[in-house]
């Protein structure tokens, strides 16, 4: 009997093996493959996209136009959202018509295993860092991106000004195209999300204010109204103000911003527990401003060694940054010549057990002070160039 009961067991010791050999050989992941002429694709969506925008924005002015009586326009009406449940429910609707009819984000611009160093892909983003999210279905990011793609396949990149690109990129509000990303006169417009209270807002107020007087008003903020109006155009792409978000995020995640600079649909989204971290609120806006991370500039190996690893904090290569740091007035890279070991950009210094040893040290491998908790001078003489 127990030779039996052991043959038994044996056989069903034998068959569970097989059954988690074959589970874990199904399991093995295969890297995702980007799609075949990802940098063609993600303009062509641009074009639809901004056809699309241009269609349901026409559409609204026309239900608008036929709409106005009582005295008031029915923007106006609409804006106060008092008599108006017949229009919001309108704006509402072909908000949701855009949402359905826009090309969705391309799910792979680069093989899985192939993204630029620094970077990270996302079905929805590229993501710099670990805070600075570029959507890829926004159109206004699309040319960058098509000539990030084609530089990493050895194409050379196509110029903002060609006729290609203004054929794709001309809209009802006018030609636009992702070459430059500065806020119109230096004026940031943005609105707070109803769960920020107010000691919050507040604080996020004043503290977005010292990017003012650190510049010399070179950059100034407004809060934009909630209402209906805007709220449309903010959904639909054509109207452009940064949304001030409280959620919570991914584990260690203080905040982060999507896209660097003026872009449709923009927004920085801050942890509950970070919503009063000054240096938080600040180096967030700072992305939005038109900021990237200080230690992830091509040059700055020349600088410090960065034992840390992964994404964020791996240097961007310098083909790749001519598109990231945005190409304003000089038309060069605009990174500062000098490198700013206290810049609010750049990662504060931590020390790692695994390693045994600090993320970042000097070229003779000591202890480096990094990510200052203010806007630092050089912070605010880049922000005065650029602006």
């Known amino acids: ?198 000691t919050e807002r507040t604080f996020i107020r004043t503290s977005y204010n010292d990017w003012n007087t650190k510049s010399g008003g070179k950059v100034t903020f407004s809060e934009v109204s909630n209402n209906w109006w805007d709220n449309f155009l903010y959904a639909i792409g054509f109207k452009c103000f940064v949304k001030i978000k409280k959620e919570t995020l991914d584990a260690g995640i203080a905040g982060v911003a999507n896209g660097c600079g003026k872009s449709g649909w923009a927004w920085i989204k801050y942890s509950p527990t970070y919503i009063s971290s000054y240096r938080t609120v600040v180096h967030e806006m700072g992305h939005k401003l038109g900021l990237q991370h200080e230690h992830q500039r091509p040059d700055r190996d020349s600088y410090l060694t960065v034992n840390k690893t992964g994404s964020q904090y791996n240097k961007i290569e310098e083909k790749y940054a001519r598109f990231l740091w945005w190409r304003w007035k000089t038309r060069s890279v605009t990174y500062s010549s000098t490198y700013d070991y206290m810049s609010i950009m750049h990662y504060q210094n931590g020390y790692d057990s695994s390693i045994g040893n600090y993320w970042f040290t000097n070229k003779s491998g000591g202890y480096l002070s990094t990510g200052g908790t203010t806007i630092s001078d050089v912070d605010a003489e880049f922000i005065k160039t650029l602006y």
């Open 1 to 198: 009997m127990k030779k039996i009961f052991y043959l038994f067991a044996l056989i069903a010791f034998t068959l569970t093996s097989c059954d988690k050999n074959e589970y874990s050989a199904d399991a093995i992941s295969v890297p995702k493959k980007a799609v075949a002429n990802a940098e063609e694709v993600i303009l062509s969506n641009a074009e639809k996209t901004i056809q699309i925008q241009n269609d349901i924005l026409s559409k609204a002015e026309n239900y608008l136009g036929k709409m106005n009586a009582k005295g008031k326009s029915s923007i106006q009406r609409a804006k106060m959202a008092t008599d108006s449940t017949a229009i919001i429910e309108k704006l509402d609707s072909l908000t949701e018509v855009f949402k359905n009819q826009r090309p969705a984000a391309i799910e792979r611009l680069f093989d899985e295993n192939d993204v630029p160093s620094g970077l990270t892909e996302t079905n929805q983003f590229i993501v710099v860092g670990d805070d600075n999210l570029i959507d890829k279905a926004d159109p206004e990011n699309a040319l960058m991106l098509s000539n990030i793609v084609r530089v990493s396949k050895g194409l050379g990149p196509i110029d903002a000004t060609s006729q290609k690109v203004r054929g794709i990129f001309k809209s009802k509000n006018g030609f636009t195209t992702s070459d430059d990303k500065r806020w119109d006169g230096g004026k940031i417009p943005y609105q707070f999300d109803s769960n920020i209270t107010e």
